[in-house]
């Protein structure tokens, strides 16, 4: 080789180093969905991607999603997600670094209507409480708590595995890391299936697990162990929300990801074919969405998708992909959340009168006679645990319900109500067990958040999905695969600081 030809290949090699550089460390990328997974997602690929990083969050609706509240007479309400745990820890972290404050919700006495009678009762008093449990239940309650504590116990080594930037390609293989086989065989089981074995009666799963499973998943003991064991934690002591609205999370995220906010409903992902300046082919995404009546389209390097893919839900579409990409006809159930400010007809309940019913909630069994899944009295966002009525004006309840309820209903229900206003949601999957989450990565570059809902639908599971969306487009993209789907990552961090 001649001394030009020599300096020719150098010059050519370092072109195609100095453009695989570049495109090493700029993609372009997009995040269909303003909800908390898609915010916390822009949030980490910034982190992980750096400042140069273009990226583009699609939001059809308001930010926030699923998070949302209702105004009450002036008064906002969270009308979606509202309770956190904890030991929420992005959640929490979230609050702290994005200059927010946590508001304590309300705790108040909870009582379980059976659609003739109180079948269980709240006392103020701790000991009382303690007695009733042990009278009615034996020993069940106390080691339903220990069931639980375990499982979140093994949950919380997800922050670990995160803290050192690991990434899971699928959700088994993310619940597989936390607690092995037990794990995945909680999450392939029925609640119901999994506490008969372990010996709960069926008063006590009539009595207390499905009330709590209807206030928080509307549905029954049929839902897999691991959302059982999650919407069990969700009564555990020391829930919080964020004050102002949970929503703040979402705008605040998305501001500090300095990502750009597209108002416009994505229509379809398609793979298209670009040639570079090189002269190579390189794939990338062509995202054509709409904004008002105006069709666009922008091209990107990575995809991620932060929202349910349904056809009522997201309907995207996705075009020549090769093999196609897998349709989701995950069903989600429908949920309308009703807030009426109104005098509550206590004696539905039991025959004592308002200024005797102490219970700020009240849980419903699974009787198809009953039109609720729950009602207790909730708090504005601005205010702490404090669900009282400023003088003379009424208190603000909050129903759950399979159906919009009717006036004759809510006549029912509220001796008489100054306000009323609903939202209806498809509020989480249908969880049937066993069922199989949906891929994480729906094709080379293009990810797919939502998936992590058929474990549990929380705000911190779509939280850890975005993270983990985020840490696995950025190894994926680097090639580091030692960072993907590592076992036993458990016994080997426990040496790392
Ligand atoms: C009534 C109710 C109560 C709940 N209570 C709690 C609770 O107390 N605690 C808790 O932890 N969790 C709770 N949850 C669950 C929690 O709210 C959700 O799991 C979480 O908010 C889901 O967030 P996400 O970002 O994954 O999805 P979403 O919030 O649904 O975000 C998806 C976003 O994508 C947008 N989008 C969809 N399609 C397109 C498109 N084609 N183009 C552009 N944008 C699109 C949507 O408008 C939406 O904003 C509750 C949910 C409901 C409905
Ligand atoms: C993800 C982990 C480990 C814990 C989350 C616990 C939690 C906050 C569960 C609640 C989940 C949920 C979907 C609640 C819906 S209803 C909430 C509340 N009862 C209300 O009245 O709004």
Same mark, same amino acid.
């Given at each position: 080789?001649?001394?030009?030809?020599?300096?020719? $290949?150098?010059?050519? #090699?370092?072109?195609?180093? !100095?453009?695989?550089?570049?495109?090493?460390?700029?993609?372009?990328?997009?995040?269909?969905?303003?909800?908390?997974?898609?915010?916390?997602?822009?949030?980490? @690929?910034?982190?992980?991607?750096?400042?140069?990083?273009?990226?583009?969050?699609?939001?059809?609706?308001?930010?926030?999603?699923?998070?949302?509240?209702?105004?009450?007479?002036?008064?906002? $309400?969270?009308?979606?997600?509202?309770?956190? #745990?904890?030991?929420? @820890?992005?959640?929490?972290? $979230?609050?702290?670094?994005?200059?927010?404050?946590?508001?304590?919700?309300?705790?108040?006495?909870?009582?379980?209507?059976?659609?003739?009678?109180? %079948?269980?009762?709240?006392?103020?008093?701790?000991?009382?409480?303690?007695?009733?449990?042990?009278? #009615?239940?034996?020993?069940?309650?106390?080691?339903?708590?220990?069931?639980?504590?375990?499982?979140?116990?093994?949950?919380?080594?997800?922050?670990?595995?995160?803290?050192?930037?690991?990434?899971?390609?699928?959700?088994?293989?993310?619940?597989?890391?936390?607690?092995?086989?037990?794990?995945?065989?909680?999450?392939?089981?029925?609640?119901?299936?999994?506490?008969?074995?372990?010996?709960?009666?069926?008063?006590?799963?009539?009595?207390?697990?499905?009330?709590?499973?209807?206030?928080?998943?509307?549905?029954?003991?049929?839902?897999?162990?691991?959302?059982?064991?999650?919407?069990?934690?969700?009564?555990?002591?020391?829930?919080?929300? %964020?004050?102002?609205?949970?929503?703040? %999370?979402?705008?605040?995220?998305?501001?500090?990801? !300095?990502?750009? @906010?597209?108002?416009?409903?994505?229509?379809?992902?398609?793979?298209?074919?670009?040639?570079?300046?090189?002269?190579?082919?390189?794939?990338?995404?062509?995202?054509?969405?709409?904004?008002?009546?105006?069709?666009?389209?922008?091209?990107?390097?990575?995809?991620?998708?932060?929202?349910?893919?349904? !056809?009522?839900?997201?309907?995207?579409?996705?075009?020549?992909?090769?093999?196609?990409?897998?349709? $989701?006809?995950?069903?989600?159930?429908?949920?309308?959340?009703?807030?009426?400010?109104?005098?509550?007809?206590?004696?539905?309940?039991?025959?004592?009168?308002?200024?005797?019913?102490?219970?700020?909630?009240?849980?419903?069994?699974?009787?198809?006679?009953?039109?609720?899944?729950?009602?207790?009295?909730?708090?504005?966002?601005?205010?702490?645990?404090?669900?009282?009525?400023?003088?003379?004006?009424? #208190?603000?309840?909050?129903?759950?319900? =399979?159906?919009?309820?009717?006036?004759?209903?809510?006549?029912?229900?509220?001796?008489?109500?100054?306000?009323?206003?609903?939202?209806?949601?498809?509020?989480?999957?249908?969880?049937?067990?066993?069922?199989?989450?949906?891929?994480?990565?729906?094709?080379?570059?293009?990810?797919?958040?939502?998936?992590?809902?058929?474990?549990?639908? =929380?705000?911190?599971?779509?939280?850890?999905?975005?993270?983990?969306?985020? @840490?696995?487009?950025?190894?994926?993209?680097?090639?580091?695969?030692?960072?993907?789907?590592?076992?036993?990552?458990?016994?080997?961090?426990?040496?790392?600081?």
């Amino acid at each position: 080789m001649s001394v030009v030809d020599l300096r020719r $290949f150098k010059n050519k #090699h370092a072109k195609l180093v !100095r453009e695989k550089t570049l495109f090493l460390f700029f993609p372009t990328v997009a995040v269909i969905g303003a909800g908390i997974g898609g915010t916390s997602a822009a949030y980490y @690929l910034r982190q992980k991607f750096g400042k140069d990083v273009k990226i583009d969050v699609f939001e059809k609706g308001k930010v926030g999603g699923r998070l949302a509240t209702l105004n009450v007479q002036g008064q906002e $309400f969270e009308s979606g997600g509202s309770i956190i #745990h904890p030991l929420n @820890l992005h959640m929490k972290r $979230f609050v702290k670094d994005l200059g927010l404050s946590a508001v304590q919700s309300p705790s108040g006495l909870v009582g379980v209507y059976n659609g003739e009678t109180l %079948v269980y009762e709240e006392s103020s008093w701790f000991i009382i409480n303690m007695i009733k449990l042990i009278w #009615h239940y034996g020993f069940q309650s106390l080691r339903m708590h220990m069931w639980v504590e375990d499982i979140l116990d093994k949950f919380m080594r997800i922050y670990r595995y995160q803290s050192h930037d690991y990434a899971f390609s699928s959700v088994e293989k993310l619940l597989h890391s936390l607690g092995g086989d037990d794990y995945l065989g909680l999450f392939n089981r029925s609640l119901l299936e999994t506490l008969q074995k372990a010996g709960f009666s069926e008063k006590f799963l009539d009595e207390i697990i499905t009330p709590v499973m209807r206030v928080n998943y509307g549905q029954t003991t049929n839902i897999n162990g691991f959302v059982g064991a999650v919407s069990m934690s969700g009564t555990d002591p020391g829930l919080w929300a %964020v004050k102002g609205g949970n929503k703040l %999370v979402c705008s605040r995220l998305l501001q500090a990801s !300095r990502s750009n @906010l597209v108002s416009g409903l994505v229509m379809s992902i398609e793979e298209k074919t670009r040639t570079k300046q090189t002269g190579n082919p390189s794939k990338v995404y062509e995202v054509v969405y709409q904004t008002g009546s105006e069709t666009h389209s922008d091209f990107y390097d990575i995809v991620l998708v932060a929202t349910p893919l349904n !056809r009522k839900m997201s309907n995207i579409n996705f075009l020549n992909f090769d093999p196609p990409i897998e349709e $989701f006809h995950q069903h989600y159930e429908p949920l309308v959340t009703t807030l009426i400010k109104g005098e509550l007809n206590s004696t539905v309940f039991s025959s004592r009168a308002l200024n005797e019913f102490h219970l700020g909630t009240v849980l419903t069994t699974d009787n198809p006679d009953l039109f609720i899944n729950s009602i207790g009295l909730v708090s504005p966002v601005e205010e702490d645990n404090n669900p009282q009525p400023k003088a003379d004006t009424a #208190h603000v309840w909050k129903i759950f319900s =399979a159906a919009a309820l009717t006036k004759e209903q809510i006549l029912k229900l509220f001796v008489s109500y100054d306000y009323a206003v609903k939202q209806s949601w498809l509020a989480y999957p249908h969880y049937t067990p066993p069922e199989k989450c949906p891929s994480i990565i729906l094709h080379d570059q293009l990810y797919y958040l939502n998936g992590i809902e058929f474990a549990a639908s =929380a705000m911190e599971m779509s939280a850890i999905a975005g993270y983990n969306a985020a @840490l696995l487009a950025y190894h994926r993209w680097n090639g580091n695969t030692h960072m993907i789907d590592q076992e036993d990552l458990y016994e080997r961090l426990k040496t790392e600081l």
